[in-house]
């Protein structure tokens, strides 16, 4: 590999994250083709708006997030905590939706297949009040077809939804701690907090602050 090159190698690299996408939509499509279809005739005129990763700097109102995990130690928090959340930036994650006090800033959700009628039940009440809310959506998932006008009940009424390229994870090659190199392109590990960690950071935020 090391002697062909460089444009051949970037290609077959490039084949190799093609074939891993496509397997990875046939396997784990959050919809099917029939469905996607008619959802696209009934819903083609919905309003929303696509963001990038850029242009959530309109949204932010302070050098301070709140990231909300969806721990039960998130219904500990007291009222003037509460209230010195509503005065920042928060990032909500999965079910941090149940925490009705706290609407976020952005919010990142991990559908998961196996999950996926929970999540229609869990989020249908809150679909009008989360409408001034940023759905933040990766590629995998927009991959798998999370879009407004294709799978309508993933996302808020008129949702303003973010869609940005995930990031390659860190890679450890053996069974060893991490070190400070390991952080140089990316936090994102393993899971949607390490994730959520890294999209707050490339937002340019100074204190973050985990709850629950």
């Not at 706290?102 to 229609?120: A, D, R, V």
């Not at 993933?154 to 949702?159: G, K, Q, V, W, Y």
């Not at 590990?189 to 960690?197: A, D, E, F, H, N």
Request: contains cysteine; glycine residues 4%; proline residues 5%.
């Amino acid at each position: 590999m090391n002697n062909l090159p460089s444009s051949l190698v970037k290609c077959r690299t490039l084949l190799s994250k093609t074939k891993k996408i496509l397997k990875d939509h046939h396997q784990n499509k959050y919809i099917s083709y029939s469905d996607a279809f008619q959802n696209l005739l009934k819903y083609n005129r919905k309003s929303y708006e696509i963001l990038n990763l850029e242009s959530l700097q309109k949204f932010k109102t302070s050098d301070t997030i709140f990231v909300l995990g969806s721990g039960p130690s998130l219904n500990q928090l007291s009222q003037n905590q509460i209230e010195t959340v509503q005065r920042h930036d928060s990032y909500g994650i999965n079910f941090s939706i149940l925490k009705k006090e706290i609407i976020p800033t952005f919010h990142q959700f991990s559908w998961e297949n196996e999950g996926i009628e929970l999540f229609y039940d869990v989020f249908l009440p809150f679909q009008q009040v989360y409408q001034d809310v940023v759905i933040t959506v990766h590629s995998k998932e927009m991959f798998r077809m999370a879009h407004p006008v294709l799978t309508p009940s993933f996302f808020p009424e008129n949702p303003k939804c973010c869609y940005y390229m995930l990031p390659d994870p860190i890679y450890l090659e053996e069974n060893r701690p991490f070190n400070d190199g390991d952080f140089d392109k990316t936090l994102f590990y393993r899971g949607t907090l390490s994730l959520v960690l890294d999209l707050s950071l490339k937002l340019g935020y100074q204190n973050i602050v985990l709850l629950g």
